[in-house]
């Protein structure tokens, strides 16, 4: 009977324990959600935009999580993102969808 009651308390707490991350993850995705400006992009250790080709650049994420980035009015990339806000920083990856990155994927962090 004990062992039946700690199982029990054991999956109610595993069960809790996703609510509350499935809870930050929805915080998360509201905090994301909007248009954003990159002002800094690094890739592989260079950087393959100017300054100034960067001000032309927004990212625009919905509240699932799907990533659009567009350089001068023009989609360049599609993604999906997921959240885990169990590490720290917090981390954030990238599965991209469409455009020249199709098929890859990359690895972020959150602050």
Not at 18 to 30: C, F, G, L, N, T
Not at 52 to 61: G, P, S, Y
Request: aromatic fraction near 4%; proline fraction near 3%.
């Amino acid at each position: 009977m004990k062992r039946r009651v700690v199982l029990l308390l054991a999956a109610v707490l595993f069960l809790a324990a996703d609510d509350s991350k499935e809870e930050a993850i929805k915080k998360d995705r509201a905090r994301l959600k909007g248009s954003w400006n990159v002002v800094s992009l690094e890739r592989d250790g260079s950087k393959p935009a100017t300054d100034d080709q960067l001000k032309t650049v927004t990212t625009t994420i919905d509240a699932d999580g799907k990533m659009t980035v567009e350089a001068n009015g023009n989609a360049v990339v599609e993604a999906t993102t997921r959240i885990d806000p169990t590490t720290d920083p917090k981390s954030i990856d990238f599965t991209f969808t469409a455009g020249e990155m199709k098929g890859e994927s990359a690895k972020g962090i959150m602050k």
